[in-house]
């Protein structure tokens, strides 16, 4: 997460580099804390996927080899960051923070929350949909290797393998001021590289493929409700309605989703503004182009991941 070094403001970088400091003052090596008899076998366990998860990523899935993930650092809770993302109120256009070094981004990080609570609040103020979503891990351009945070320990097999193989992916394919194009390669990476790691690791028919997939499919019911609401909202902005028909029409339009969110047993993220639906498709990519990019290159990972530079 480049924002979190790049920013304007002094004090936003002297803070963000303190929370990162300290991460990388507290971090422990996965290998002495596996190898230490005094570590319980429950973390014992979760530190062993991890170093199987980079060597999957690094030898199979042929993603540029880092010391990211070597060391883990305990953290409170099962947040790490917290991101601001905000959006037109009526236009789906993100609201884009500068960084001189880095360039653009949808989001901008926070260690604390309280700190992410008033720069929405402030962004809401200056009349846009503004939310705050919390996550459990990024990934930095440093050259400094970026710890595990425990918070990510909380996860699954199949999440810990998905998100570790995502935010390694933003260490192989990146292109400054394309971040929407940067997360859905990645997505499509930890997707499908956490899949092709689960089977191997365990077997078509064994009960973590089953929860994966399970997962998959309760997912795809909250991808899909995200999905029907951003269109409808697409659709009444570009329509011939005043500015203030179209704001009572939008608070209808999410109270329709939360209507359908609980027929359809999901949850979605409050409040519901165009700044939570596009946070939300910003993950939530169509898969399929960059699976025929794949096949195309005859399921090969090494040439699909230049195919992928080369766009």
């Not at 199987?52 to 042929?62: I, M, P």
């Not at 990645?186 to 009960?207: C, H, K, M, Q, V």
């Not at 090494?302 to 766009?311: E, I």
Request: neutral net charge.
């Amino acid at each position: 997460m480049l924002s979190f070094f790049s920013a304007c403001s002094p004090v936003y970088v002297a803070r963000s580099a303190s929370g990162h400091a300290g991460l990388l003052w507290r971090r422990r090596s996965i290998a002495k804390t596996i190898s230490d008899p005094k570590t319980s076998a429950e973390l014992k366990k979760k530190l062993e996927t991890v170093v199987a998860v980079r060597r999957y990523a690094f030898d199979t899935l042929a993603l540029k080899s880092s010391r990211d993930y070597e060391t883990w650092t305990p953290v409170k809770g099962s947040v790490l960051t917290w991101l601001v993302s905000a959006s037109e109120r009526l236009r789906l256009r993100s609201y884009e923070f500068r960084f001189p070094l880095a360039g653009s981004f949808p989001y901008k990080g926070h260690f604390r929350k309280d700190l992410a609570e008033r720069e929405a609040a402030e962004l809401e103020m200056k009349g846009y949909d503004a939310t705050v979503s919390g996550a459990a891990a990024y990934n930095t351009p440093l050259p400094l290797s970026d710890p595990l945070p425990s918070s990510l320990l909380s996860y699954g097999e199949a999440d810990l393998a998905e998100t570790l193989i995502h935010e390694l992916a933003h260490g192989t394919v990146y292109f400054k001021d394309r971040t929407e194009f940067d997360e859905a390669v990645a997505t499509w990476i930890g997707r499908r590289g956490a899949e092709a790691f689960l089977r191997e690791r365990f077997g078509e028919d064994s009960a973590e493929m089953k929860d994966w997939k399970e997962g998959l499919t309760g997912q795809k019911r909250r991808d899909d409700l995200y999905r029907e609401l951003k269109d409808k909202l697409a659709a009444l902005y570009d329509g011939p309605a005043d500015p203030t028909e179209k704001m009572e029409k939008r608070k209808a339009a999410f109270e329709w989703a939360r209507g359908e969110a609980l027929i359809r047993g999901v949850k979605l993220a409050e409040p519901i503004n165009n700044a939570s639906v596009l946070a939300h498709s910003l993950y939530d990519p169509d898969l399929a182009p960059f699976d025929a990019i794949f096949e195309k290159n005859g399921r090969d990972w090494p040439k699909t991941l230049a195919a992928f530079k080369a766009l």
